[in-house]
């Protein structure tokens, strides 16, 4: 079995980065400063073509771009609003052009027989999660369901009225173990919630962004959603938190994924992971004062959703313009190198840990 994913953090470099840069740790607990501050990172959903675009097929892909919160591809260079779109960023690529990033050479096979246009959905580079999510025919690519689902939608509904996190329970092929599994967790919650209290911010220790009054009144609340393995309509969502952690796909029992901020996965307990103090350990991460304000910096994977997070908490967020190409580079070049470095480790196996570590 593989140990469950967790990015290595060094704490005093952190501090470091801190006192040099001049940036101020926040006193904001993590799970609201997450819901206000860090924007999800973006899908690419790159669709692959030979010489040029038929008009159905051009027409086919502005309406995808209409759905997206970006594009990198000057031709569809009018996306949907990015605050009612899913975090997708649309990337059109001719499989003949030399001079195409070769980032997206290396993630098509053209050996391969292909009906173009040809529609992938990966993870976002920064993940270095190598999973496609879905991949076909543009014209079979369901990126609605890709998107949003029911159990995403009151997911983000709870979120967006306070709430801390929301577990979300993956249920498994046992029906007694999903209710015992069920039972410990609402167990659990309800500890966190009467054991955590909240440190009470003086105003002027307070971020100029942060207005309390335009967000859901700050409190510690959790609570819990069942999700079915069986359920279509919910099918891409299950692939996409089996993926969110290595080891996750290969388990056929009950798996429980905290989510905060803007639909982010803290981690992935199941088995022996689900202890105690792994609840604990991860409450009082939620809960803490955010110390280290980059997200990068942070546990945990952005699922993919449509939901329109500020206009569901009021809150004044910074305008980012949208990467192009050299936006991206970076973090494809660490994808490819981290692609390389796992390549001789793939087939090693870890045994886990029953202790969660939430470092920041």
Not at 256 to 278: I, M, Q, S, Y
Not at 332 to 345: A, M, N
């Given at each position: 079995?593989?140990?469950?994913?967790?990015?290595?953090?060094?704490?005093?470099?952190?501090?470091?980065?801190?006192?040099?840069?001049?940036?101020?740790?926040?006193?904001?607990?993590?799970?609201?400063?997450?819901?206000?501050?860090?924007?999800?990172d973006?899908?690419?959903?790159?669709?692959?073509?030979?010489?040029?675009?038929?008009?159905?097929?051009?027409?086919?892909?502005?309406?995808?771009?209409?759905?997206?919160?970006?594009?990198?591809?000057?031709?569809?260079?009018?996306?949907?609003?990015?605050?009612?779109?899913?975090?997708?960023?649309?990337?059109?690529?001719?499989?003949?052009d030399?001079?195409?990033?070769?980032?997206?050479?290396?993630?098509?096979?053209?050996?391969?027989?292909?009906?173009?246009?040809?529609?992938?959905?990966?993870?976002?580079?920064?993940?270095?999660?190598?999973?496609?999510?879905?991949?076909g025919?543009?014209?079979?690519?369901?990126?609605?369901?890709?998107?949003?689902?029911?159990?995403?939608?009151?997911?983000?509904?709870r979120?967006?009225?306070?709430?801390?996190a929301?577990?979300?329970?993956?249920?498994?092929?046992?029906?007694?173990?999903?209710?015992?599994?069920?039972?410990?967790v609402?167990?659990?919650?309800?500890?966190?919630?009467?054991?955590?209290?909240?440190?009470?911010?003086?105003?002027?220790?307070?971020?100029?962004?942060?207005?309390?009054?335009?967000?859901?009144?700050?409190?510690?609340?959790?609570?819990?959603?069942?999700?079915?393995?069986?359920?279509?309509?919910?099918?891409?969502?299950?692939?996409?938190?089996?993926?969110?952690?290595?080891?996750?796909?290969?388990?056929?029992?009950?798996?429980?994924?905290?989510?905060?901020?803007?639909?982010?996965?803290?981690?992935?307990?199941?088995?022996?992971?689900?202890?105690?103090?792994?609840?604990?350990?991860?409450?009082?991460?939620?809960?803490?004062?955010?110390?280290?304000?980059?997200?990068?910096?942070?546990?945990?994977?952005?699922l993919?959703?449509?939901?329109?997070?500020?206009?569901?908490?009021?809150?004044?967020?910074?305008?980012?313009?949208?990467?192009?190409?050299?936006?991206?580079?970076?973090?494809?070049?660490?994808?490819?190198?981290?692609?390389?470095?796992?390549?001789?480790?793939?087939?090693?196996?870890?045994?886990?840990?029953?202790?969660?570590?939430?470092?920041?």
């Amino acid at each position: 079995m593989t140990k469950p994913r967790f990015n290595a953090l060094l704490y005093c470099a952190v501090l470091f980065f801190i006192r040099i840069g001049g940036t101020e740790a926040c006193v904001v607990p993590v799970f609201r400063y997450a819901l206000e501050r860090w924007v999800a990172d973006e899908y690419p959903t790159i669709v692959y073509y030979e010489d040029t675009l038929s008009k159905k097929d051009s027409l086919k892909i502005a309406a995808l771009a209409r759905k997206c919160a970006k594009t990198a591809s000057a031709e569809f260079s009018s996306p949907g609003h990015a605050e009612t779109s899913a975090n997708t960023i649309l990337y059109t690529v001719d499989v003949n052009d030399t001079d195409a990033h070769p980032w997206f050479m290396k993630l098509h096979d053209r050996s391969l027989p292909r009906s173009y246009p040809w529609a992938k959905l990966i993870f976002p580079p920064s993940t270095r999660i190598r999973e496609v999510l879905w991949e076909g025919p543009l014209y079979s690519l369901p990126f609605d369901q890709a998107c949003q689902s029911l159990i995403r939608q009151e997911v983000g509904r709870r979120i967006c009225d306070g709430q801390t996190a929301v577990w979300i329970l993956l249920e498994g092929e046992d029906k007694k173990e999903n209710a015992r599994t069920r039972a410990f967790v609402t167990n659990e919650l309800r500890e966190l919630e009467k054991t955590i209290t909240l440190r009470k911010i003086p105003e002027e220790q307070l971020p100029l962004w942060y207005k309390a009054s335009n967000g859901p009144p700050l409190r510690v609340e959790f609570s819990m959603v069942s999700l079915s393995r069986t359920d279509p309509a919910e099918s891409l969502f299950v692939k996409l938190l089996l993926h969110s952690q290595p080891g996750a796909d290969t388990l056929t029992r009950p798996i429980v994924f905290p989510v905060f901020g803007r639909g982010r996965v803290l981690t992935a307990l199941w088995g022996d992971l689900l202890t105690h103090d792994n609840f604990v350990r991860a409450g009082r991460f939620l809960t803490g004062p955010c110390s280290c304000v980059i997200k990068a910096d942070n546990p945990g994977v952005d699922l993919l959703m449509k939901m329109a997070w500020d206009q569901n908490i009021r809150s004044i967020m910074r305008d980012e313009a949208p990467p192009g190409l050299t936006g991206i580079a970076p973090l494809i070049e660490q994808y490819l190198k981290k692609r390389q470095d796992d390549s001789t480790h793939s087939t090693k196996e870890h045994k886990p840990s029953r202790e969660k570590k939430f470092d920041r």
